[in-house]
């Protein structure tokens, strides 16, 4: 069983910092691509960024310049760095990652269970 979890949410002020991490474990063969994903309360959860196993990285249009995405394929792990945060209620920030299976060669697409981000004075 592949798990990931993700931690790091919080309150934070307008304009402030925020990094948040999302760690795989259990039975991986390897990680294609990961990513963050974020869903407002009513809303459709919505991409934020994502990142391959190779090549380059990619933005929703409003984090860009503010958000970096990265990874470490050693710790399996995937970090969003949330900079210039501007106000928004609380929204759930979920990883999602394509992890292949060793056993099948099968990849799978797997989701965290969410950290909360609160951006307010």
């Known amino acids: 069983q592949v798990q990931l979890v993700e931690s790091g949410g919080g309150l934070v002020q307008p304009g402030g910092s925020l990094r948040l991490s999302c760690a795989a474990s259990g039975k991986i063969g390897s990680i294609e691509a990961m990513g963050w994903y974020r869903q407002a309360p009513g809303n459709q959860r919505e991409l934020v960024a994502t990142?391959?196993?190779?090549?380059?990285?990619n933005y929703a249009d409003s984090v860009k310049g503010r958000f970096t995405i990265s990874r470490n394929n050693t710790k399996n792990t995937v970090y969003l760095q949330m900079n210039y945060l501007k106000p928004e209620g609380p929204a759930d920030y979920y990883c999602?990652?394509?992890?292949?299976?060793?056993?099948?060669?099968?990849?799978?697409?797997?989701w965290g269970q969410g950290t909360q981000v609160t951006v307010s004075s």
């Open positions: 999602n990652a394509d992890i292949v299976s060793p056993a099948t060669l099968w990849s799978n697409s797997v």
């Open positions: 990142i391959p196993s190779t090549g380059s990285t």
